[in-house]
């Protein structure tokens, strides 16, 4: 007499590891599809994305105030653009309150060049007004800067007071995190 066995449907011979096998092999197989994909994306995505020159071209920079002294300029670079950060002197803050608006070619009274809270304080571009050279701080006859190119002369306070330069230096937008640093490129909007 012949016997027969019974097999379960889908499986060669009934055992209970041809399913898990193959629940294996699909599982293995889908990972694998999953992280293939991934590595094809991966590379497109990441290329849209800025790289890290242009993040820190923009990124606001922070500037530690401790170590500059009474009348000290200091000279960083924000977007590529230079920017002076000068601690005024007590002399310097009470001569530049007092100077009359009628005595500038563009008017700015003391406050609108400063933080309010922080008169020692100046944050402005280091570039001139006219045609963009760098003046020479501490010289001229307004305690401020010198344009060697053109002849243009700036106070204490970066506002121009002889010319060929039309307008003041520009003020980056700047905030004081702390009463000893700030961080350029945020904190307010840009003023001339």
Known sequence: MATTSATAPGTRDGSPE????????????????????????????????????????????????MPIQDGQIVN????????????????????????????MIDPAAFPTRVKNGHDQWLVVYGNCTHLGCVPIG???????????????????????????APINLPIPPYAFETDTKIRIGEGGKEAA
Do not use: Y
Not at 50 to 64: F, K, L
Not at 138 to 162: I, L, M, T
């Open 18 to 65: 041809e399913g898990s096998r193959r629940d294996f092999l699909f599982l293995a197989t889908g990972a694998g599809l999953a992280v293939g994909a991934g590595a094809v994306v991966w590379p497109l995505i990441s290329s849209m994305a800025p790289d890290a020159e242009t993040i820190a071209a923009g990124a606001p920079i922070e500037v530690d105030l």
């Open 76 to 103: 960083v670079f924000w977007r590529g653009k230079l920017i002076f950060v000068r601690k005024l002197t007590a002399k310097e803050v009470t001569d530049m309150q007092a100077v009359p608006l009628s005595a």
């Open 138 to 164: 501490h010289q001229g006859n307004f305690e401020g800067w010198a344009c060697p190119c053109h002849g243009s002369q700036f106070d204490a306070v970066g506002r121009v007071r002889h010319g060929p």
